[in-house]
């Protein structure tokens, strides 16, 4: 039998009426459970969520913490149950669900952590006083203070843990009520994280609530004072910025990315630098079945094009692809019948401007969404166009050539084509020569949210570029959606407005009391 979502709002868990969605196991395509938001009153819902506004304002940055911290115990205490659903409706192998749930466990007591340390704080100044009178008495702060509205979370299939984790994180601690709506095909993972949140008490009444399916006319009834975190396509994105700028709702988008490998011309076969490359590209390939927005996508090699084309198809012909339930098995499937449908086809898009080296579009199994891990190589991607501009969200990359008669050479063409993927969420750059690095990273680093270096200091340390940290931005321009998430405290200014208050230096050290002055004066 299987299991029918719920939605919770209004404090209630609820069950959608009418037609319902079936949720499958993308390995054996069995049901598992079933959804939908037919007869929930979003209008309500909202009001109720609104409501809770007033009493996350007055908690302290401490307090707002401890409910970040008592839900990471939770999913910790019932990680294993989390894991096992992971690799039942995400098509996950057990390391890969472990990157989902573990993430999602990290981030959520990290900015627990950061609200012990803010401690009874309520909101946040943004930078020194500035003097603004003939003395220092007549002052100037800017300050960070909640949005009076609620935060609506759409989140992508691909991390339905960390996903919801990481939004959550920010808007608790920020200081506004939220709602999380994840995408439909994967909400089983996310709607038991959602029941053991709620299981804890530890959120206040109308702060959290949970849309397991359709949002309804939702989006429709939101206003200034609210925001909306997408996480998806970039062709939805743009019906939210036309459906949402005309009543002035804070969007933020995180979209498509075409996020780039680089091999400096030094690196050597053999080196510890090398080996950190292969290892990451191999890994952020196949991980989660390359359904990654920090999957690498394009591969940039120079002189030693030849020993990488050959190591990198050694490895990934040897992963095996199968039901992830399996021990041995090192790729599970995508997702959805639709994801299958579109990775094909856009390896076939691919592969009229690049050659097929391993993998390819052709039918893995019988049963099930199962795909190659597939590597293209295109020897000229300066003439190539859909390898710098069609993302295919899948186990697939395609490798370049880059000529270059000197280290500077290969750092400008390197950069002009990593430049046309139009923007990134994360480009990785592995060299051990500063010049060449100092060279490339500047070039790049307008059209990136995030630049990994992996050099001979570093491997064995990294965790490798597809890994989101929240002490790190995480986000990118243009083709990325232009969005901006997590960085530690920078995560709070989306659901936060920052507002300048200008008089009495005493009189504004009262209202907003900056964090070393609060930390003195509990010291004393």
């Known amino acids: 039998m299987t299991t029918t979502l719920r939605s919770y709002v209004r404090d209630t868990w609820i069950e959608g009426q009418g037609d319902l969605v079936p949720l499958v196991n993308p390995a054996t395509e069995e049901p598992l459970a079933r959804t939908g938001t037919a007869g929930i009153d979003f209008g309500a ?49 057990r390391g890969d669900a472990k990157f989902d749930v573990d993430g999602a466990i990290a981030t959520l007591s990290h900015y627990a952590d950061l609200g012990a340390q803010l401690g009874s704080l309520r909101a946040l100044r943004d930078g020194d006083a500035v003097q603004l009178g003939r003395t220092a008495r007549y002052a100037g702060i800017h300050l960070w203070v909640p949005r009076d509205g609620v935060a609506v979370h759409i989140n992508a299939f691909n991390f339905p843990a960390w996903g919801t984790a990481e939004k959550a994180a920010a808007t608790f601690l920020a200081g506004m ?18 029941e053991l949140g709620v299981a804890t ?43 949402l700028g005309r009543r002035g709702v804070r969007l933020n988008v995180e979209a498509d990315s075409l996020n780039a490998a680089v091999l400096g011309p030094d690196v050597q076969p053999g080196s510890s630098t090398w080996d950190l490359f292969l290892a990451d590209v191999v890994r952020d390939m196949t991980q989660k079945a390359g359904q990654k927005c920090t999957a690498v996508r394009r591969i940039f090699v120079g002189p030693q094009l030849g020993a990488v084309q050959e190591a990198l198809v050694e490895r990934l012909s040897a992963v095996k692809v199968g039901d992830p339930a399996r021990p041995e098995i090192g790729m599970g499937p995508v997702s959805t019948a639709d994801q299958l449908r579109d990775v094909r086809a856009g390896i076939a898009k691919l592969a009229r401007e690049a050659r097929t080296l391993v993998g390819g579009d052709k039918a893995v199994a019988q049963k099930g969404y199962f795909v190659a891990p597939t590597l293209l190589f295109a020897n000229d991607p300066a003439a190539a166009s859909s390898v710098h501009r069609d993302e295919v969200f899948g186990p697939v990359a395609t490798l370049c050539a880059v000529p270059g008669d000197s280290a500077a050479a290969a750092a400008r ?33 307008p059209y990136h949210g995030r630049i990994y270096i992996g050099s001979e200091k570093v491997a064995g340390q990294t965790l490798g570029p597809g890994t989101v940290l929240p002490q790190l931005v995480h986000g990118g321009p243009g083709h990325a959606g232009g969005g901006e998430e997590l960085g530690g405290l920078r995560g709070l200014q989306l659901y936060s407005q920052r507002v300048a208050i200008q008089g009495d230096r005493a009189l504004l050290d009262v209202i907003a009391p900056a964090l070393e002055q609060h930390a003195t004066s509990a010291q004393r």
Not at 64 to 76: D, N, Q
Not at 177 to 192: C, D, E, N, V, W
Not at 211 to 225: E, I, N, T, W
């Open 201 to 243: 008490g530890a959120f206040p009444r109308g702060s959290f609530s949970f849309v397991a399916g359709s949002p309804g006319d939702l989006l429709d009834r939101l206003g200034p004072q609210d925001v909306v975190a997408f996480t998806g396509s970039s062709q939805t994105a743009a019906k939210l910025r036309e459906q």
């Open 45 to 93: 819902a909202l009001e109720h969520a609104r409501a809770a506004g007033s009493a996350l304002r007055e908690m302290t940055f401490a307090q707002r913490g401890e409910v970040l911290r008592a839900w990471s115990k939770a999913l910790h205490s019932h990680r294993d149950e989390l894991l096992g659903i992971s690799t039942a409706n995400g098509g996950n192998t």
């Open 413 to 445: 063409l390197a950069a002009n084509l990593v430049q046309r993927g139009g923007g990134g969420l994360v480009c990785s750059v592995y060299s051990d020569d500063r010049e060449f690095l100092r060279d490339i990273v500047l070039a790049i680093a």
């Open 177 to 194: 009520p939220m709602i999380s709506k994840p995408a439909t095909s994967t909400a089983l993972l996310a709607f038991h994280i959602a």
